[in-house]
């Protein structure tokens, strides 16, 4: 029954906002850094975004900078992705992962097989 799910994502136009939430059931996210992938088909799992275990440090993919924030609420288990300024290049499905660390690992974003839980994924779609 541990697990993770994602959700929040929609279709939105470009330069619009959407917040995607990662609810965990059956275990606690304290002791979990928490990262965002993305995926689209005919490219390489993308890593978003991580945040420690505390949530006071965060990091991001260049590609997302300036527009993309994690947060996180321990106390309701979950962690959020607020994305603003959306672009079409944006559009994919998205995934909360957990590791059994607190930090968010310098490869963070490249080494998945890190990752202890993984959702199910949430389409978000940027087009006009």
């Known amino acids: 029954q541990l697990q993770l799910v994602e959700s929040g994502g929609a279709l939105v136009q470009p330069g619009g906002s959407l917040r995607l939430s990662c609810a965990a059931s059956?275990?606690?996210?304290?002791?979990?850094?928490i990262s965002w992938f993305r995926q689209t088909p005919g490219k390489e799992r993308e890593g978003v975004s991580c945040?420690?275990?505390?949530?006071?440090?965060?990091n991001y993919a260049d590609s997302v900078k300036g527009r993309f924030t994690i947060s996180r609420d321990n106390a309701k288990n979950t962690v959020y992705l607020q994305m603003n300024s959306l672009k079409p290049e944006d559009t994919a499905v998205y995934y909360c992962?957990?590791?059994?660390?607190?930090?968010?690992?310098?490869?963070?974003?490249?080494?998945?097989?890190?990752?202890?839980?993984w959702g199910q994924g949430t389409q978000v779609t940027v087009s006009s």
């Open positions: 059956g275990f606690t996210l304290d002791y979990n850094a």
């Open positions: 945040i420690n275990s505390s949530g006071g440090s965060t």
């Open positions: 992962a957990a590791r059994n660390a607190v930090y968010c690992s310098p490869a963070w974003g490249q080494k998945d097989y890190w990752y202890r839980y």
